[in-house]
């Protein structure tokens, strides 16, 4: 086939249609957890503040550090709520044990806060401390600023109160509508399976044009198409997280285990499918690469990825049954395309890019092999 010398310019707009759906699906869902969570933290900061005055001894001469500690431990479910406050809760103790030390051992000064401002971020280090890693060298200072002449009162109402506001945050988390993010990973690899059945019919469509192709916003996704399943892993595994502790998660039952299996099986047909973009891209535009597909390789080719691509597209709306023909489909267009290149010899100096893209696809078909 005839070569054009110029790739498309890679410095254009490289998104397409059916991923800009995506990232606004997925934005508008994020707004609406954003929401949520905001209204939940007011609620808790509120319920917190209220309930802080009543705490006993010094404790109730520092209201303000409750509501603190609701917002620290206001996460997007409920099981990283607990882990926060746990972890802050932890992090006070050591940040206010080592103003303790401080105060009682050796007056303040320049060079000692230095030194146990050193200590307190080595002590971040510590293994599974996590977010309360920055919560020793605070309340160390907070100790030595705030508390003044009277560190221990102040000790002991920070610790409570900020107890207190972690006690409230995780009981409004886990009472007021508990968050599960199992739709947002559902649909999130249904988008995913769209868009590389999209990138499949594409490339198919560009081996039937005359080359180059009119149509070449295929050949620049496949950054997109990464960026894409790495966005999907994120999401399932928020799903998986947002179940934990969570009690909604007997009403809304769904097989995550499967969702982690989907999601392996189509970062593999991404790779191979970036694999195919690459090789195409190389084929059409570049002429220095030691590879070709010969003419009369084009219409199999086109003919196995259009049908792989649709067998991408059917599996949110058909049915067992129907998925299975699909891929019978597919499978026969793929060996028929076999059939038809095998034992073609290249042209002098060239190498068949067609055997490598029937590689892919036939990987590809390995992957959404299903189940019996």
């Known amino acids: 086939m005839v070569k054009s010398q110029a790739r498309p310019d890679m410095r254009w707009a490289r998104g397409t249609q059916i991923l800009k759906q995506a990232v606004a699906g997925l934005s508008a869902a994020f707004a609406a957890q954003r929401l949520q969570l905001a209204a939940k933290a007011a609620l808790a900061a509120g319920l917190a503040f209220m309930i802080a005055p009543l705490m006993p001894g010094a404790a109730a001469n520092y209201p303000y550090y409750a509501p603190l500690g609701a917002l620290v431990v206001m996460y997007h479910n409920v099981a990283g709520s607990v882990r926060q406050g746990l972890q802050a809760l932890t992090g006070l103790a050591l940040g206010i044990g080592l103003a303790f030390v401080l105060v009682n051992f050796t007056d303040p000064s320049p060079l000692t806060v230095a030194v146990f401002m050193g200590v307190g971020v080595l002590l971040g280090g510590l293994p599974r401390i996590g977010s309360g890693s920055d919560w020793i060298p605070t309340a160390a200072l907070l100790v030595l600023l705030v508390g003044g002449s009277n560190p221990d009162d102040f000790s002991f109402g920070y610790l409570v109160q900020m107890g207190v ?185 060239t190498v068949p890019a067609s055997e490598s893209i029937l590689l892919s696809l036939h990987r590809i078909l390995r992957a959404l092999r299903p189940a019996t």
């Open 165 to 349: 506001g972690v006690a409230v945050g995780i009981a409004v988390n886990f009472l007021v509508f508990p968050p599960l993010h199992l739709n947002a990973a559902a649909e999130s690899l249904d988008e995913l399976r769209r868009a590389l059945g999209t990138q499949l019919t594409d490339m198919g469509a560009a081996l039937k044009e005359k080359w180059p192709p009119e149509h070449e916003e295929w050949s620049r996704r496949s950054d997109e198409l990464a960026s894409a399943a790495r966005s999907v892993r994120h999401l399932v595994k928020e799903a998986d997280a947002s179940r934990r502790a969570n009690p909604r998660r007997k009403l809304h039952p769904r097989d995550v285990d499967l969702d982690y299996r989907n999601l392996r099986e189509l970062e593999r047909v991404t790779f191979h499918i970036q694999d195919m973009t690459d090789v195409l891209s190389d084929v059409i535009w570049e002429s220095d690469v030691p590879y070709q597909v010969p003419v009369q390789d084009s219409g199999p080719l086109a003919d196995a990825m259009t049908a792989t691509g649709e067998l991408l597209h059917s599996y949110r709306d058909t049915d067992g049954p129907a998925q299975r023909e699909r891929f019978e489909t597919a499978r026969a267009a793929v060996e028929a395309c076999m059939a038809a290149t095998a034992g073609r010899e290249a042209e002098q100096g």
